[in-house]
C-alpha cells in the first residue's frame, strides 16, 4: 500500500517532468523540431481521455455495458466524419487565427456580444466537468490510500491545483509567439497522453498476464462466469444510448479544451489534419483495450469496487508498483484537462469579457498589462473550479453536472452547422438559440427532476445523479437542442443580416483558403501604418507588430507596394487576433486602417469559392457550374491572350496566352492594377485601357529586331448582378510572325517594283550617258576655241541627271518599310514626295504613259515618315496607272484641312465595281491577271494609312458615264 508522501513525491515527479520537458523544447532545437513532427500533435489529443474516463470506465461498463463506449464511439464518429465539420473549421481558425468557439462565433456573426455570451456560458457549463478532475484525483487518492471517501484529500488537490495553474501561467506567458506557445503545450500534453496509455497498457498487460496468465486463461474465466459478461454483451436500445453519442460527438466542438487542442493547437502549429480522422479513433481503441481486462481481473480478485478497479485489482493483487503507476496516469490525465481548461477558458475571458470592459489603453505596457490579465484569469478559473470541488462534495451528483456539461456543449452544434452551411444565420438568430437551449438546459440542471421529467414525487433540488440509463439525458439534451435549433431558424427568418455579416457569412459558407480579399488603403508607408495603430496599442508595440509582420512577408520597413500592403494587413490581423482575440483586433484594425472588404465585389475571390464547393452542386446549380467550367475553360484555351479588368483597373481574369505573351503568369497577375504590371506591359496596358480608342494595331514591344508585335482590342462587358459588376474585356493579339511574313512579301514587291524599273531606268541613264561621251569628244575642240567651261558645266549637269535618277531608285529600294516602328516626330514635305513618286513611276517606260498632274498646297507637311508617304504613292498611283489608258490624266490634290492633311488622287480608269470595293484593302486580293500584281499595293497602303492613325477612303465611279475612282487619304498634319 502507498502511503501519502509517496503520492505526493509521484505528483511532484510529473510536475517535475513536464517542466523538464517544457525547459528542453525551450533550450533545444532538437527536442523543438520534434514537437513540431504530426505523431507529437496525434498523441496530444489522447487529452480526449480525462481522469473521469481514465479510473471510472471501468465502473460505467460494468453498470450500462456498451453505452458507456459511446463516449469513444461518438468521438471517433466525429474524426471519421472529419470532412463534413471538423475539417472546415480547422481551415477557417486557420486563415482567421481563431483559437476558441468564442472567436469563431464572433467573428462569423461580427459580434462582440455573440463572444462574450458563448464565453460565460462555456465557462458556466465547463466547470463542473473541470472539478471533476479533481474529485476523481481526490476519490483514486482515498481508494489508494485505503481512507474514508468522505475524508477529501484536500491537501494533494490543492497542491495539483496549484501545479497546474503555475504551469498554465508558465505557458501563456513565457512566449509571445502563439505558435511557440502551442508547440510547448503539444509537447506537454502528448507527454501527459503517453503516460496515460502507458499506465493503461500497463494495467491490461497486468490483468491478462499478471492475473489470469495468459489470455487463454482469461477466456477460460469469461467460460466459467458467463454472468460477468451478459450486462456488456446486452446491446442498448434506449435513446439515451444514442443521444449520448450525438453529445459525445459534438463535444469535440463545444468542450473548450477539445476545441483548444483540436483547432488552434492545428492552426498556430502548422500541423496537418488529414492523419488525425484515422490516429485519434486508433488512439482511442488503444485506449479503450484495457478497460475490460481490468474490470474481469479486478473481479476475479474478488473486488466489489467496479468504480476504480485499476486500484483494487493492483491492491488485491498486491502490486504497490502498479498502483503508483496508475496514480501516475490519472494525474496525467487530470493534468492535461486542467492546464488546457485553464488556458482556454482564460483566453476566452480575456479576449471577449476582460479587454470589452477594460479596453487597452495606449499609455500603458499593452503587453506587460495582458500577461497580467492573463495571470489574474487563469487563478480565478482555477479558484473558480478549485471551490466548486470543494462545495459539491456528492461525487455522484457532481458527475451528473459534469455529464450535463458534455450536454452544454450540443447548444454549439447548430451554431457550427449554420457557420458553415447556411449563409442566413445572423446574429440574432444564433444567440436566440442560445438563449433558448440554455433556458431549457439549465431548467434540468437546477429544478427539481420530478418537476421537470415526472418521473417520481420527489421536489428535492440538485436530485441529478449519473445514470446514463435513465432517459432524462436523452429528454434534456433532446429538448434543449430542439429549443436551439427553433429559436436559430426563427429569429434568423425574422431579422435583416447587416453587410458585414453578410460578408463573412460567405466567406464561412464557401470556406477557402486562397481568398483573395480586397483591402485598400491610403497609404503605402509602413511608418505610416504603425502612426495609425499607435492611439490604440502604444507606440512602441504598434511599431513592433508592424516590423513584425514586415518581416513574416518578408518586406522592409519603407514604402509598400499595393500587394505588400494587401500582405501586411493580413499578416497584423492575424497577429493582432492572437494578441487581443479577433473581436478587439479587427475594430482596431478597421479603425486605424479602414480599407473596403467588399468581396461579393470581388469576382476573383467569387470564382476561387464557386470552385471549392463546385462537387456539392446539383441540378440545375450543376449545369451552371458546367457551363461556367466550360466558358472559363474556353477563356483559358484561347489562342488570343485576353484579360477582364474591374473598374478600379484591377485584372480579374488573366488567361494562359497572355500569360505566355507577356511572361506574366496567373498569380502574379490577378487582383493587380494594369499599370503596376512589369514593363513594358504596364505602361502599354494602362494606358491602352484608359484611352478612348477600342483598337490600337501593329505596336511593337521591344526592339524592331526581336520584340513582338501586338493588336490590342477592349469591349465593356457588364454583368448582371446584384451588384452591377461592370468589367472590360481586353484581348491581345500576337502578330508577331504575321509581321515578319509581311515584311518579306513587302521586301519582295520592292524588288519586283525595282525590277520593272530596271529597263526605264537604263533608258533614261543611256541619254545623259550619251551626251557625256559627245561633250568629252568636242572637249578638246572646245579647249581650243576657249569655251571650255560651257561644255564642263554641261558634263556636270548629266552627271547630275545620272546620279538623281540613280539615287531615286536607291532611296526607293533601301528605303525601311511600314513594318518598322511609327516615329512620332517624323514629318513629309506632300509636294516633295509627290513629286518624289512621279518621278519614279516614269521611269517605268513599259507602263502605260498617262500624264500626272499635281495640285499641291505649299508648305504642307503630313505627319509620316517620308519615305513611307512615298511608298504609299507609289501604290496608289501606280494602281491608278494601270487602271487607266495611254494619254489619261492622273490628278493628284492635297492641302491642308485643320489638323490633317488631305491628299486625292483621281483617275479616269476603268473605276471599281461595287462589289470588289470593299475587298481591294485585303491582302493578296488583285483583278489584274497572273504574273501582273501580287495584291499586296492596296494593303500596304491601308496598313500604313491606319498606323499612322489617318483614314482612307474610295469612290468608284466618279464620273457620269461610270468611269474614274478617287482614292481620298487624311494624314495627321505634321509640324514645318
Not at 537 to 550: D, F, N, Q
Given at each position: 500500500m502507498l502511503s501519502a508522501g509517496?503520492?505526493?513525491?509521484?505528483?511532484?515527479l510529473f510536475f517535475a517532468g513536464w517542466f523538464g520537458v517544457s525547459a528542453l523544447i525551450d533550450l533545444n532545437k532538437g527536442w523543438r523540431n520534434l514537437t513540431k513532427k504530426p505523431f507529437a500533435y496525434h498523441i496530444s489529443l489522447g487529452i480526449i481521455g480525462s481522469a473521469w474516463t481514465f479510473f471510472t470506465m471501468t465502473g460505467l461498463v460494468q453498470n450500462y455495458g456498451i453505452s458507456a463506449f459511446s463516449y469513444y464511439i461518438g468521438i471517433s464518429a466525429v474524426f471519421l466524419t472529419a470532412p463534413l465539420l471538423l475539417q472546415p473549421l480547422l481551415q477557417l481558425c486557420k486563415r482567421y487565427q481563431l483559437t476558441s468557439l468564442a472567436d469563431l462565433m464572433s467573428f462569423r456573426f461580427r459580434s462582440p456580444t455573440a463572444g462574450t455570451t458563448t464565453t460565460l456560458l462555456l465557462i458556466v457549463s465547463i466547470l463542473p466537468f473541470y472539478a471533476l478532475q479533481l474529485e476523481t484525483l481526490a476519490e483514486a487518492t482515498n481508494q489508494i490510500l485505503a481512507t474514508n471517501n468522505a475524508e477529501r484529500p484536500y491537501w494533494l488537490i490543492t497542491i495539483f491545483t496549484i501545479l497546474c495553474a503555475v504551469s498554465a501561467l508558465q505557458l501563456s506567458t513565457r512566449h509571445n509567439a502563439t505558435s511557440q506557445r502551442h508547440q510547448n503545450l503539444i509537447a506537454l500534453i502528448a507527454m501527459s497522453s503517453l503516460v496515460k496509455v502507458i499506465a493503461l497498457l500497463a494495467l491490461g498487460g497486468f490483468a491478462i498476464w499478471g492475473v489470469f496468465g495468459s489470455p487463454a486463461g482469461l477466456e477460460q474465466w469469461l467460460l466459467n462466469n458467463p454472468s460477468t459478461t451478459q450486462q456488456f454483451y446486452k446491446p442498448s436500445v434506449t435513446p439515451s444510448y444514442q443521444i449520448l453519442m450525438i453529445i459525445f460527438f459534438a463535444s469535440i466542438i463545444g468542450m473548450p479544451h477539445l476545441f483548444h487542442m483540436v483547432f488552434a493547437g492545428a492552426s498556430a502549429s502548422g500541423r496537418r489534419f488529414d492523419n488525425a480522422r484515422w490516429a485519434v479513433p486508433l488512439l482511442l481503441l488503444v485506449m479503450s483495450l484495457p478497460v475490460l481486462p481490468t474490470l474481469w481481473a479486478s473481479a476475479a480478485l474478488g473486488s466489489d469496487s467496479s468504480g476504480f478497479a485499476s486500484i483494487s485489482m493492483a491492491i488485491l493483487a498486491d502490486a504497490p508498483w502498479l498502483n503508483g503507476l496508475t496514480f501516475i496516469g490519472g494525474i496525467a490525465a487530470a493534468a492535461g484537462i486542467v492546464v488546457v481548461l485553464n488556458l482556454a477558458l482564460s483566453t476566452m475571458l480575456v479576449n471577449h469579457v476582460v479587454l470589452r470592459i477594460s479596453p487597452l489603453n495606449p499609455s500603458q505596457n499593452i503587453y506587460q498589462k495582458l500577461n497580467l490579465i492573463r495571470r489574474a484569469t487563469i487563478v480565478a478559473i482555477a479558484s473558480m473550479g478549485f471551490l466548486l470541488f470543494v462545495v459539491l462534495r456528492d461525487p455522484d451528483k457532481l458527475q451528473g453536472f459534469a455529464l450535463?456539461?458534455?450536454?452544454?456543449?450540443?447548444?454549439?452544434?447548430?451554431?457550427?452547422?449554420?457557420?458553415?452551411?447556411w449563409r442566413g444565420a445572423t446574429r440574432e438568430g444564433f444567440l436566440s438559440g442560445l438563449f433558448a437551449g440554455f433556458s431549457v438546459w439549465l431548467m434540468f440542471v437546477f429544478f427539481p427532476e420530478g418537476v421537470v421529467t415526472g418521473l417520481d414525487d420527489q421536489q428535492q433540488w440538485f436530485t441529478l445523479r449519473l445514470?446514463?440509463?435513465?432517459?432524462i439525458w436523452a429528454l434534456s439534451a433532446a429538448t434543449s437542442l430542439m429549443a436551439n435549433v427553433i429559436g436559430l431558424l426563427l429569429i434568423s427568418w425574422l431579422s435583416d443580416m447587416r453587410p458585414e455579416e453578410r460578408r463573412v457569412a460567405l466567406a464561412?459558407?464557401?470556406?477557402?483558403?486562397n481568398q483573395t480579399d480586397q483591402r485598400q488603403i491610403d497609404t503605402h508607408s509602413a511608418n505610416d501604418i504603425a502612426q495609425r495603430l499607435a492611439p490604440t496599442?502604444?507606440?512602441?508595440?504598434?511599431?513592433?507588430?508592424?516590423?513584425?509582420?514586415?518581416q513574416q512577408i518578408g518586406a522592409r520597413w519603407g514604402n509598400l507596394s499595393d500587394t505588400q500592403v494587401s500582405e501586411l494587413i493580413k499578416a497584423l490581423e492575424a497577429n493582432l487576433i492572437q494578441l487581443l482575440g479577433p473581436v478587439i483586433a479587427q475594430q482596431t484594425l478597421r479603425n486605424a486602417l479602414p480599407y473596403n472588404e467588399d468581396i461579393e465585389g470581388d469576382i476573383v475571390y467569387l470564382e476561387s469559392q464557386l470552385e471549392s464547393v463546385q462537387s456539392q452542386l446539383q441540378g440545375v446549380a450543376g449545369e451552371l457550374r458546367?457551363?461556367?467550367?466550360?466558358?472559363?475553360?474556353?477563356?483559358?484555351?484561347?489562342p488570343i491572350g485576353a484579360l477582364t479588368y474591374d473598374t478600379m483597373g484591377k485584372i480579374t481574369s488573366w488567361n494562359r496566352t497572355i500569360a505566355e505573351i507577356t511572361g506574366i503568369n496567373q498569380q502574379q497577375a490577378l487582383k493587380q492594377p494594369l499599370a503596376s504590371l512589369p514593363t513594358p506591359w504596364g505602361d502599354l496596358l494602362g494606358e491602352f485601357a484608359k484611352g478612348k480608342h477600342r483598337h490600337s494595331y501593329k505596336r511593337l514591344i521591344g526592339d524592331n529586331s526581336d520584340g513582338r508585335w501586338v493588336n490590342l482590342h477592349k469591349a465593356a462587358v457588364e454583368r448582371h448582378s446584384t451588384t452591377n459588376i461592370q468589367e472590360q474585356f481586353l484581348l491581345i493579339e500576337d502578330i508577331s510572325e504575321?509581321?515578319?511574313?509581311?515584311?518579306?512579301?513587302?521586301?519582295?514587291?520592292?524588288?519586283?517594283?525595282?525590277g520593272r524599273l530596271a529597263a526605264g531606268v537604263a533608258h533614261e541613264i543611256g541619254n545623259p550617258i550619251t551626251g557625256i561621251a559627245c561633250l568629252a569628244q568636242n572637249l578638246d575642240y572646245d579647249i581650243k576655241e576657249g569655251c571650255a567651261d560651257q561644255t564642263a558645266k554641261e558634263i556636270l549637269i548629266q552627271t547630275d541627271r545620272v546620279n538623281t535618277i540613280v539615287r531615286s531608285l536607291m532611296n526607293f529600294a533601301h528605303g525601311e518599310t511600314y513594318a518598322g516602328g511609327v516615329d512620332d516626330k517624323a514629318t513629309a514635305s506632300l509636294d516633295y514626295c509627290c513629286r518624289e513618286a512621279t518621278k519614279l513611276l516614269a521611269l517605268d517606260k513599259e507602263k502605260t504613259h498617262v500624264d500626272f498632274t499635281l495640285n499641291i498646297e505649299q508648305g504642307a507637311v503630313a505627319a509620316i515618315d517620308e519615305q513611307r508617304l512615298i511608298q504609299l504613292l507609289i501604290n496608289l498611283l501606280a494602281n491608278a496607272r494601270d487602271a487607266s489608258q495611254e494619254g489619261q490624266q492622273i490628278l493628284i490634290n492635297g492641302r491642308a484641312i485643320k489638323d490633317t492633311i488631305q491628299i486625292e488622287v483621281i483617275d479616269e480608269g476603268c473605276g471599281i465595281p461595287a462589289d470588289q470595293q470593299e475587298k481591294i484593302f485585303e491582302p493578296f486580293f488583285t483583278t489584274k491577271d497572273t504574273g501582273s500584281g501580287t495584291g499586296l499595293g492596296l494593303s500596304l497602303v491601308y496598313a500604313i494609312v491606319e498606323q499612322h492613325s489617318g483614314i482612307i477612303a474610295v469612290q468608284s465611279p466618279v464620273a457620269s458615264d461610270g468611269r474614274g475612282t478617287r482614292f481620298v487619304i487624311t494624314l495627321p498634319v505634321g509640324q514645318p
Open positions: 509517496i503520492l505526493l513525491i509521484l505528483v511532484l450535463m456539461s458534455f450536454t452544454a456543449s450540443l447548444q454549439f452544434i447548430p451554431g457550427c452547422i449554420a457557420l458553415l452551411y445514470d446514463m440509463s435513465s432517459n464561412c459558407v464557401l470556406n477557402n483558403q496599442l502604444g507606440e512602441t508595440p504598434a511599431s513592433h507588430e508592424v516590423r513584425r509582420a514586415l458546367t457551363m461556367r467550367a466550360n466558358y472559363q475553360s474556353m477563356l483559358l484555351e484561347l504575321t509581321q515578319i511574313l509581311e515584311k518579306e512579301l513587302i521586301h519582295s514587291e520592292r524588288l519586283a517594283s525595282i
